[in-house]
C-alpha cells in the first residue's frame, strides 16, 4: 500500500473553471490532507515518480474549503470543458481514489449527487471510490440516498493528536501564562483585565455564522470577531435560502425569521471584518497565525465562541473545539446537537456554570441557539463589572481550563502512543481511515 505525494488536483480544476478566488481553503497537497497530517502514515508516502507499479495505490483528491452546493453547481456547469478532476494517471487498477472531505461534518445531497456524478463521469471503480469526511453516521445518511455508486467512510480525523503542530506553537505563549510540570499544566495566573469579552473566528461562509455576527454586532458587547471573506451577496443569497429551509421545515417562527434577517441586515453594515489573514498553515492547524499581534488578541479574551463546522444531526467535532482548549480559555460552541454531551464523553468540562449546555444541545431552532449564546455573555459582561463576582467566577474557570488542557495532553499522549507498534493500533482511533487500507 502506498499514498501518491502529489498536487492537489481540485487546485487545477477550479483553476480551469474560473474559480481561482476560491482557493484560499483547499488543500495545495495530497499531503495536506488529514491523511498527510497522520505521523504514523509517513513512510507509506511516495512522491508520483516514485510510486511503486503493481501495488495498491491511494489517490487524495481533497475538497475541503468548499460549500456543497456551490461545488456541485460548478461540477455541474464544466465538467466537460474544465481540465479533469481526476487525472488520467488515476484512472488504473491500482488506484484507490479518495475525495478527502475531512475537514467538513456537513454531508447532504449535493455532496452526495456530486460524487456520484464524478464516478459515472470518468467511469471509476465504485469499490475503489470513496468520499470520506467527519460526520459519523455518514454511510447511514448515503443509504438513505439513491447515490450509492461509491463508497463514503467516517474519518473521525479530530481528534488530539491532529493539533500536536498548533499546540506546540502555542506553548510558549501558554508558558507566559501558566507553569508547567512534564508538560502538564498545573497552574494559571487568572488574568481579571483582559481586553475583549469573547472571540469568534469565521473563515469559511456559513449561514448560522453570519446571523450570528449580526446578533454579536447589535450586543455591542467587546468582541474580537472576523467574518467570512466571500462577496455579502454570496453569503445573503445562502443565508436567506438556509432560513427559508428552516422555514419550511418549522424550526423557525415568522418572528424568528424577521430576527434573523435583521442580524443579517446588521452584518452587512460591517462587512467584512477582516483580523487575519489565514495561509495554509493556519488553515491547516500547524499553526494559530503568522502575526503575533492577533495571536496576543486572542488570548486576550475571556472565552472563546466556537462556531462548528455544522449545526444539525450530523454530530462533527472539528479543531475549532480543540484551540480554546489548548489556549486555556473557557468556550461555547455553536455547533451540532449532543456536541456538549460528546465532549463530556470525552471527559471535557464544557462551563455548563456559563450557558446551559443540555438545553442549547437539543435545540433546533437556530435563532434561539444565537440569542443563547448572547444572553450567555450578557450576563458575563454584568459579572466583569463586578471586580469581586469577576474574581470569583475566573477562579472556577481556571480549574475547568487547567481539567482540560490536562486532558487534552493525556489523550494526545494515548492516541499517539497506540500507533507505536503498528498501524491496527493506531486505527483503532482512526477506524475511518482504514477502510480504504483494507481493499484487496
Known amino acids: ?81 474544465c481540465t479533469p478532476l481526476v487525472p488520467e494517471f488515476m484512472q488504473n487498477d491500482d488506484a484507490v481514489i479518495l475525495f478527502d472531505n475531512s475537514a467538513e461534518g456537513h454531508v447532504d445531497e449535493y455532496i452526495f449527487k456530486f460524487m456520484s456524478q464524478v464516478v459515472l463521469h470518468y467511469n471509476l471503480n465504485p469499490e475503489k471510490t470513496f468520499y470520506c469526511n467527519s460526520s459519523i453516521n455518514i454511510e447511514t445518511l448515503q443509504n438513505k440516498t439513491r447515490y450509492t455508486n461509491f463508497k463514503t467512510i467516517s474519518s473521525n480525523n479530530f481528534l488530539e493528536d491532529s493539533l500536536s503542530e498548533l499546540h506546540s506553537e502555542l506553548q510558549p505563549k501558554l508558558q507566559m501564562l501558566g507553569q508547567f510540570d512534564n508538560n502538564f499544566l498545573f497552574n494559571i495566573d487568572t488574568n481579571l483585565s483582559k481586553r475583549y469579552l469573547f472571540n469568534c473566528l469565521n473563515n469559511a461562509p456559513k449561514p448560522y455564522r453570519a446571523l450570528l455576527l449580526g446578533a454579536m ?76 499581534g492577533f495571536v496576543d488578541s486572542l488570548f486576550d479574551c475571556d472565552i472563546s465562541i466556537v462556531t462548528e463546522s ?25 455547533g451540532p446537537n449532543r456536541i456538549n454531551n460528546y465532549l463530556e464523553s470525552l471527559q471535557y468540562n464544557t462551563f455548563e456554570y456559563i450557558i446551559d449546555t443540555k438545553q442549547i444541545d437539543h435545540v433546533n431552532n437556530i435563532v434561539v441557539k444565537i440569542k443563547m449564546i448572547i444572553e450567555s455573555l450578557n450576563n458575563l459582561n454584568i459579572v466583569k463589572s463586578s471586580p469581586i463576582d469577576w474574581k470569583s467566577l475566573n477562579d472556577k474557570i481556571a480549574l475547568d481550563v487547567i481539567h482540560n488542557y490536562n486532558n487534552f495532553i493525556a489523550r494526545k499522549k494515548q492516541l499517539h502512543d497506540a500507533g507505536l507498534d503498528n498501524l491496527e493500533g493506531f486505527f483503532e482511533f482512526r477506524p475511518g481511515l482504514k477502510v480504504p487500507l483494507s481493499l484487496k
Open 310 to 334: 455544522s449545526i444539525d444531526d450530523n454530530l462533527f467535532v472539528s479543531e475549532k473545539v480543540f484551540k480554546p482548549i489548548i489556549m486555556c480559555q473557557p468556550f461555547i460552541v455553536l
Open 1 to 81: 500500500m502506498q499514498f501518491a505525494d502529489i498536487e492537489n488536483p481540485f487546485i487545477k480544476f477550479l483553476y480551469s473553471c474560473g474559480k481561482a478566488d476560491m482557493l484560499e481553503h483547499v488543500p495545495t497537497n495530497s499531503k495536506t490532507s488529514m491523511y498527510g497530517m497522520c505521523r504514523h502514515l509517513d513512510e507509506h508516502w511516495e512522491k508520483q515518480e516514485n510510486l511503486y507499479p503493481g501495488i495498491k495505490t491511494i489517490y487524495i483528491i481533497s475538497i475541503d474549503g468548499m460549500d456543497s452546493k456551490m461545488l456541485y453547481d460548478i461540477w455541474e456547469h464544466n465538467k466537460y470543458t
Open 217 to 292: 454586532i447589535e450586543s455591542g458587547l467587546d468582541g474580537f470577531y472576523s467574518s467570512p471573506t466571500v462577496p455579502f451577496s454570496t453569503l445573503f443569497e445562502g443565508t436567506i435560502e438556509y432560513l427559508n429551509n428552516q422555514m419550511r421545515n418549522k424550526s423557525l417562527t415568522k418572528e424568528d425569521f424577521n430576527t434573523a434577517l435583521k442580524w443579517v441586515d446588521i452584518l452587512q453594515e460591517k462587512y467584512p471584518i477582516i483580523l487575519d489573514k489565514p495561509d495554509e498553515d493556519s488553515i491547516h492547524m500547524r499553526k494559530m497565525s503568522a502575526d503575533n
